[in-house]
Every structure is written in C-alpha cells, then in structure tokens.
C-alpha cells in the first residue's frame, strides 16, 4: 500500500492536515535499510498535544543522535482522519516515512495522563497490533511505555510489554543495544523481555504475579522468575549538565499548544507539596548551570529562529541562580525581540525585578497557584505560600504592567469545607481591589481563577485520602460559580466526571486492563475532549466487566494496605508519607528541605546514596 498516494487523495478532505504530512523544519529522515532498530515515538493524543511534549523532543533527537537507530513520531489521529483510514484501510503510520505502525521494532509510547489510555489502545487496534501483550507474536513490535503515570503501571500492565520507570536517557539506549544483540543472535520475543526486565528501571508486568485479598484489595505482587526485584527502581539523570538535550528541534508548520523554545532549567522539586505526585516522584533536585543553559538557547533559537522561551521546570523561580540567568538571556536576546515565559512560578518567590526584566522583551499572563483558600488548608496541603504572598506578588505584577492573571485553585483537597471554597473567592476579589488600588481603577484587568478536583495520587502523602463523590465534586463547582460573579473574573473548571475516572486509573488494579478494552470496544478515545468524552459508556464498561469504580477512587486506604503501585520504588519511603499525612491532619507544614534540614523521604538512599541537596537528616 503506498500511503503517500493516499494521503494525497484524502488529506485535503479531513481538519488540519498538517497533523499528518510531516516534512517540518529540522526533522530527521534515515535510510531504513541502514539501519538495526526501527522505533515509534506514539503519543497517544493529537499532534499538537504531542509535539508541545519537551520528553518526546528529547528522546526523538537522542535515538537520531544513534547511527543504528531510527525514531520516528506517531500520534492519535484525530476522528475525521481515523474514520477516513478505517473506511480506507490505511493502518496507523508514522510521521516521517509513513511506514505502518507494525512494522516498527519498537512502538514506546509517552503516558502523560490517565485518560489517554483510551487512546493507547485505538492506535494499536489502528495499526493492527494485538491489545494483550500475551497476543503478540515474535512479529509484532514491542510496546513499552513511559511517563509519570507508569509509576502504577498496572492498569496497563496486561497491555504494555515493559515499561521504563523513571528518566529514559540512559535506559532506552540500553533497551536498544540489548534490542540489536537479540536480534543479532536470533533471540526470541520473550528472551528480549526476560533480558530487558533485568534492566535497573524496567518493569515487564509478564514477570510478576498478583494476589489479592477476599475484599479485593492487592495483597502482594511478586516476581515469577529468579533474579527479577521485588521492587522496580526507578532511573533518574544525575549530572544535568552532561545529559543529552538537543537544539536543534522540529519545527512544526502549524500551531501546537506550547510553541516556542524549551528550556529545562531544572529535575525535582524539594518542597514537598502533599497532593504533587511529581514532587514527589522526579525527587531529587538537580540543577543545570547558567553557562550550560545560555548556550543552549543561544543554539536552539539560532537553529529554530523561534521567538520566545520557556523556563520549564515543576517550580521556575525555585531555581537559585534564575535572576542571573533572566538577567543574561534578556540582554542576550534584546535586539532580537526572544522574549522570555516563566510558567509554574511560586507565590512568594516572585519578584518585581524579575517581571520587570521579562516584560522588557515581551509581556504575557501571569500564572499562579495558590492551590486553597485559606492559610488552614494551604498548610494542610505544605503549599508553603500565605494570602499576603500572592497580594504581594499580584501588587508587584500589576505596578510592573500587567493587567491578567490566572489564580489556580484545587477543589476536595482532605479536610475542605466551605469556608475553605468561600476563601478561594475571596481572594479572587482581593486580587481585584489591589488592581484597583494599583491602577485607580479596574479598566483592563481580567482574573481567571480556575480549579480542578483533587486525584489522590500514589506515592504522595495523600495517597491513603479518597476522593470526594462525583455528586459533592459537582455542589462544589456549583457554590464558586455563584460566589465568583464579577465582571473581572472568569470562573474555568475541570469536569469532574474525567478527575472520576483520572482517580480509578491512578489508583487502579490489573483488573482495569479488562475495562480499557471494554470501553475501547464502546467507541471510548480522546476522554480528554470534552466533546468526545463519553462518560455514559465507560460506567457501561465498568458495569458490564462487574467492577464498582468506586472502589478505587473513593474509598479511604487503610495504613496497612498494600498499594497495585508498590512494585515501583521511586526513593520515596512510606514512613515518611504516613508521617507527612500525619503532619497534614494537624495541618502542620514541613519547610523545604534545601532550605531546612533533610526530613528523610528516602531519596538520598536511592542507588546507595545520591547528592542531595537536602541538609542533616532529623
């Protein structure tokens, strides 16, 4: 089938084709003769989902930067497209060579959210590629997986072949080198995965058993074959300096959701926020250095002639030398007019020096998270930021000149009332009355206050917490649209019908493979669009498999209970969860470790100790 001749015919028919010519600024092209392994970056969302992604950037360019490889992107076709290529046949194709989905050796795909699962299974049924791992032939590709939601990789574990735990620079090019000598000595499917799961940081879910409780709870999992670890260490890059980060990225020739210059400033964040998964997991901090950090911008804006860059990290003003780093970027890029964005700025490390320099280049909105609406729940959660933070913060952006701001909240955070709900208004309308004792008046300014319900989420202090009902989720949305009427603020809320569902995948079982395909064969994809979301069909799923949902999300966990995720070790130690619940319950905050003393996560015993920027343990 030559695909490219049918492209021709029916991409003009279907919603921005360019989600499907490839051909972008700085993509790479090999000679598949030439090559030893063959590897689909899938990410299961749309294009311009997947190329704001900076892991699948990095990870195209890395395995590129290999003489015996070729990656090549493959993503979720949108429903116009993949009604055109059932009705015609065309399998699911890569990017690059448009070469079908099943002939690649190696399908990895990026798992960045819960409710994309969906999609994981329409791209493979697209390609014609068995759902259940145990399906697959020596023939088929290997289907492994990474990203923060295989850290409880078991409600995909009947599914994916193996999944990468942690950082991925390192472990995939050693999963491509044991690819090759495999294939070099004729080895099997399952001499690959029996050699692979004996890799630090991969899990192969074939390899372990399961055993569960009469109540249904998992009461163990446990490897099937001699020499596997009782528990999957996760992988993470020690010098940040020296890893690979590429510059010369793809381009592309449409709009995508981030579409500028990314610039990784900083891994991990020490502040030990209870309900952030990701401060927890991507533990510990580690820095690049400002010299490393201009001469990557330097390069990637020469090699992509983009016009704005983005510090990104989980907390960009936690960075301890990023007022030099500004101060040198905006004089580097001046005269270019490169302007800078800092997203996920804290509260109280937001200076008015700092907004001054950026707006010197370009002005954009301002994002802050506040997360509650009151001191009581801001500690009880360790924010660590106070009202007088924000008003502060808000007082300097707006003498600087800017005129919007985004505030984002966290709905059914443990222990929430009402009086917390009343507090996230309140200071909505308090950051308009400082506008207006700021300006003189309010002509101009917009506040978007935003929220989204809490999903209690393994390996946070927070993960023995349930989930407040999908009924009380709902009164709650309700009570703040009415609270926050005022011309100068918009109210934007998560639908909680999809933080449900988020809760059960992240919180689930192996049981849950059963359901994903249940749901996929009910027509489920894309359960992120609100527009193509069907929360009817997947209750359908979990009623016709004989599995309550809420089971998982919104039952309490006792302290004792053994969790699905506990097969994965990400240096994170359960006493010192449990102690921070604890804390938390007497609303007892923790204070940053890089600035207090070490309180003892764990981490610093990962791989037989690790720098840690943490002082003496307690």
Not at 248 to 254: A, E, F, H, K, T
């Amino acid at each position: 089938m030559d695909i490219n001749k049918i492209l021709e015919e029916i991409l003009p028919k279907v919603s921005k084709p360019t989600r499907y010519s490839g051909n972008e600024l700085n993509i790479i092209k090999k000679d598949k003769r030439k090559i030893k392994v063959h590897i689909a970056l899938a990410f299961p969302d749309v294009y311009e989902v997947g190329m704001s992604h900076l892991g699948l950037r990095i990870l195209y360019h890395l395995l590129n930067e290999q003489e015996n490889v070729y990656a090549e992107r493959v993503f979720a076709p949108w429903v116009d497209m993949e009604d055109m290529m059932r009705e015609k046949g065309i399998p699911l194709f890569s990017l690059e060579s448009k070469t079908p989905l099943s002939e690649f050796n190696i399908i990895g795909f990026s798992l960045q959210y819960e409710m994309s699962y969906s999609n994981v299974l329409n791209m493979l049924e697209l390609a014609g590629i068995p759902i259940f791992s145990s399906e697959r032939k020596d023939s088929d590709p290997i289907v492994i997986a990474g990203g923060p939601c295989v850290y409880n990789p078991e409600p995909l574990a009947e599914i994916i072949d193996l999944f990468v735990i942690g950082e991925a620079e390192e472990a995939i090019l050693e999963l491509v080198d044991l690819y090759i000598d495999c294939k070099e000595s004729s080895g099997s499917r399952k001499e690959f995965l029996e050699r692979a799961a004996q890799i630090p940081g991969v899990y192969v879910p074939a390899f372990y058993s399961v055993h569960y409780n009469e109540d249904g709870t998992v009461k163990e999992i446990v490897p099937t074959k001699a020499g596997l670890p009782e528990k999957v260490k996760k992988r993470f890059i020690k010098d940040l300096d020296n890893v690979y980060y590429p510059t010369r990225i793809i381009v592309p020739y449409m709009d995508i959701v981030h579409d500028r210059a990314v610039l990784e400033i900083f891994r991990g964040c020490s502040r030990g926020c209870r309900f952030c998964q990701a401060g927890m997991i991507y533990r510990p901090v580690r820095e690049k250095s400002v010299e490393k950090l201009v001469n990557i911008a330097r390069e990637m804006i020469e090699a992509t002639g983009y016009e704005e860059i983005s510090l990104a990290s989980l907390s960009t003003s936690d960075y301890s030398d990023l007022k030099k780093l500004i101060e040198i970027l905006t004089d580097e890029f001046r005269e270019s007019r490169v302007g800078l964005s800092l997203p996920s700025l804290r509260i109280d490390s937001f200076t008015l020096d700092i907004a001054r320099r950026i707006m010197e280049i370009k002005k954009s909105g301002l994002t802050f998270a506040p997360e509650a609406g009151t001191q009581r729940l801001r500690d009880v959660i360790n924010k660590g930021v106070t009202e007088e933070d924000l008003l502060n913060s808000v007082r300097g952006a707006f003498e600087a000149g800017w005129n919007t701001v985004k505030l984002y909240f966290m709905i059914g955070l443990p222990t929430e009332s009402y009086e917390d709900l009343e507090g996230i208004a309140e200071l909505a309308h308090k950051v308009v009355d400082m506008y207006r004792q700021v300006k003189g008046s309010t002509k101009g300014l917009r506040v978007t206050v935003s929220t989204s319900t809490f999903v209690p989420k393994p390996f946070t202090p927070f993960q023995w917490e349930a989930q407040i009902p999908l009924e009380e989720i709902e009164e709650r949305q309700k009570f703040l649209k009415k609270k926050l009427k005022n011309p100068h603020i918009s109210y934007n809320w998560h639908d909680g019908r999809l933080s449900f569902l988020e809760a059960v995948f992240s919180r689930g079982d192996r049981k849950l493979n059963l359901v994903l395909k249940k749901a996929r064969e009910k027509g489920c994809r894309f359960d992120s669009w609100s527009d193509i979301f069907s929360f009817s069909k997947w209750m359908e799923a979990f009623s016709e498999i004989g599995i309550d949902p809420k089971f998982y999300a919104n039952r309490p966990r006792s302290e004792n209970e053994f969790f699905p995720w506990e097969v994965i070790d990400p240096g994170i130690d359960r006493k010192f969860l449990l102690r921070e619940l604890k804390k938390a319950k007497k609303a007892e905050p923790t204070p940053d470790c890089r600035f207090d003393r070490c309180h003892g996560c764990g981490i610093m015993k990962l791989e037989g100790g690790i720098a840690c920027e943490g002082k003496n343990e307690d």
